[in-house]
């Protein structure tokens, strides 16, 4: 039951709709499509602005925390009067503003083995905007088992790493790191810092990499290679990533107990 784009949907959209890779048939496809933000932070906020302004039907967003005063620095979804207020809910208020056509769903909750699954199952593509391994490991262990595609990133300091994900087809973050280092190991935005330009750049990339996806734009998606991303020398680099059989969330069944 695909319906046309309105007169309305056609002007807001037309920027897009007139790059030949997309057009009128990418944009029906962008507003019928589910897209699931994990995080509305410093990589969520920079996404989800974008996933919204391009006209993605329905957003969800996943956040359990409340907006504070030392996060407006790249969590641009949320502003000073804003403090206080849920993030996720800050989030419906500043994209239903920028695009009242993308319905907005917040989960005020944190992604743990108890939702996971309820929550990603109705979605078509996720944007790992978390900030801990123990998310990441979960989002990727989800997806691959529900069989949506996901877009990784991390960030911390002046650097930045990113990966897609499509269940079936291409390595996946648990083929690239087996498990969480240890917590010594961690450097976490918290125990950091991170340059919240950086943090846009990344979360940018995640944004585009859901359009294309959306959209059958998949010969050129950030699968087998993880990009590395480096503000201080202003430099990117990929690093070829290959599918691991023996991969606990990934691997062929046969391969996994092989090994076991
Ligand atoms: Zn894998």
Redesign the pocket.
């Known amino acids: 039951m695909t319906t046309r784009l309105t007169t309305e949907q056609i002007e807001r959209y037309s920027r897009q709709i007139m790059v030949p890779d997309l057009g009128g048939r990418a944009q029906m496809h962008l507003r019928d499509a589910r897209v699931l933000i994990i995080g509305a932070g410093g990589l969520g906020s920079p996404a989800a602005f974008y996933l919204a302004a391009a006209g993605i039907g329905t957003l969800g967003i996943v956040d359990p925390d409340k907006v504070e005063l030392s996060n407006l620095q790249r969590q641009i979804l949320h502003a000073t009067p804003d403090i206080g207020r849920h993030k996720v809910e800050s989030a419906k208020i500043t994209l239903t503003r920028l695009n009242p056509d993308v319905d907005v769903k917040p989960y005020p909750v944190r992604f743990d083995p108890g939702n996971a699954h309820e929550i990603a199952a109705d979605y078509k593509f996720i944007v790992d905007g978390s900030d801990s391994f123990e998310t990441k490991f979960l989002i990727n262990d989800i997806a691959i088992k529900l069989g949506i595609a996901f877009s990784h990133a991390g960030i911390v300091r002046l650097q930045g790493q990113t990966m897609t994900v499509i269940p079936g087809k291409s390595?996946?973050y648990?083929?690239l790191f087996q498990a969480p280092p240890p917590p010594e190991e961690i450097l976490n935005c918290q125990a950091s810092g991170i340059l919240g330009a950086v943090a846009g750049t990344l979360g940018t990339i995640q944004a585009t990499e859901a359009v294309k996806f959306l959209t059958g734009i998949e010969e050129g998606l950030l699968t087998d290679r993880l990009l590395i991303y480096d503000a201080k020398q202003m430099r990117f680099r990929d690093v070829a990533v290959q599918?691991?059989p023996y991969?606990a969330?990934?691997?062929d069944p046969a391969s996994k107990s092989a090994s076991a």
Request: contains cysteine; aromatic residues 0%.
């Open positions: 390595a996946c648990r083929c599918r691991d991969c969330s990934c691997g």
